[in-house]
């Protein structure tokens, strides 16, 4: 048994303790909307949004990539739980972009142990074998961080089962200082074009 394990069960008997009146949340997040942002562990939703417990549901994956499986799950976000607002989150130095498709693949057909980035890229130094599986495998990387916000939030936006009067906006989370940073081509192709936000920005541009 590790220390993380136990630490993980010590936190949560704490959190019980503190836990209130929490289980009379909705299912429906109060407040929403959605984020679809990394798995990077330096990003916490909760604070760079301001969210509490019941507020917004929050998807990750590594890249914050709009996924079949995220956009997936931003479906049944608005379809059953009623959200109308989507953020696709990328970060500055994320891991997405040390690696391509190809070397992922290597490295799986190499060892399946965990590999080591150094100054040359990542190397693996755990024994094999490893896996051809990974062949099949679109990793989703990262060679330019605001041409994947607007890849994700335009892919997004032209699926077939997204409606089109759900804004869907695009920024970078700066790991540096905590900042969320519009990138304004995916803000444009994000826009709703029906209903409530459309109208909104209708308003805005005659202002």
Same mark, same amino acid.
């Given at each position: &048994?590790?220390?993380? $394990?136990?630490?993980?069960?010590?936190?949560?008997?704490?959190?019980?303790?503190?836990?209130?009146?929490?289980?009379?949340?909705?299912? !429906?997040?109060?407040?929403? /909307?959605?984020?679809?942002?990394? &798995?990077?562990?330096?990003?916490? !939703?909760?604070?760079?949004?301001?969210?509490? #417990?019941?507020?917004?549901?929050?998807?990750?994956?590594?890249?914050?990539?709009?996924?079949?499986?995220?956009?997936?799950?931003?479906?049944? =976000?608005?379809?059953?739980?009623?959200? @109308?607002?989507?953020?696709?989150?990328?970060?500055?130095?994320?891991?997405?972009?040390? /690696?391509?498709?190809?070397?992922?693949?290597?490295?799986?057909?190499? =060892?399946?142990?965990?590999?080591?980035?150094?100054?040359?890229?990542?190397?693996?130094?755990?024994?094999? !074998?490893?896996?051809?599986?990974?062949?099949?495998?679109?990793?989703?990387?990262?060679?330019?961080?605001?041409?994947?916000?607007?890849?994700?939030? #335009? @892919?997004?936006?032209?699926? !077939?089962?997204?409606? @089109?009067?759900?804004?869907?906006?695009?920024?970078? $989370?700066?790991?540096?200082?905590?900042?969320?940073?519009?990138?304004?081509?995916?803000?444009?192709?994000?826009?709703?074009?029906?209903? #409530? /936000?459309?109208?909104?920005?209708?308003?805005?541009?005659?202002?």
């Amino acid at each position: &048994m590790s220390n993380v $394990y136990t630490e993980v069960l010590r936190a949560n008997e704490a959190y019980v303790g503190t836990f209130g009146n929490k289980g009379k949340l909705a299912m !429906p997040p109060a407040r929403r /909307f959605a984020i679809l942002t990394c &798995m990077d562990a330096r990003l916490d !939703p909760a604070k760079f949004a301001g969210l509490a #417990e019941g507020d917004a549901h929050v998807i990750r994956n590594a890249g914050g990539r709009a996924s079949d499986d995220a956009i997936r799950s931003l479906v049944i =976000s608005y379809k059953l739980l009623g959200t @109308r607002e989507w953020f696709v989150v990328h970060h500055t130095h994320c891991g997405m972009e040390t /690696f391509t498709d190809s070397v992922m693949r290597d490295l799986l057909a190499s =060892s399946l142990k965990t590999a080591k980035l150094g100054s040359g890229g990542w190397s693996d130094e755990g024994p094999g !074998p490893g896996s051809h599986e990974g062949d099949y495998v679109d990793w989703l990387t990262i060679q330019d961080q605001k041409a994947s916000v607007v890849a994700d939030v #335009e @892919r997004i936006r032209k699926h !077939p089962l997204v409606p @089109r009067d759900i804004p869907i906006y695009g920024y970078i $989370y700066d790991v540096g200082t905590g900042k969320l940073i519009e990138v304004p081509e995916a803000m444009i192709k994000g826009q709703a074009t029906e209903g #409530e /936000f459309a109208h909104k920005k209708d308003q805005r541009m005659a202002a």
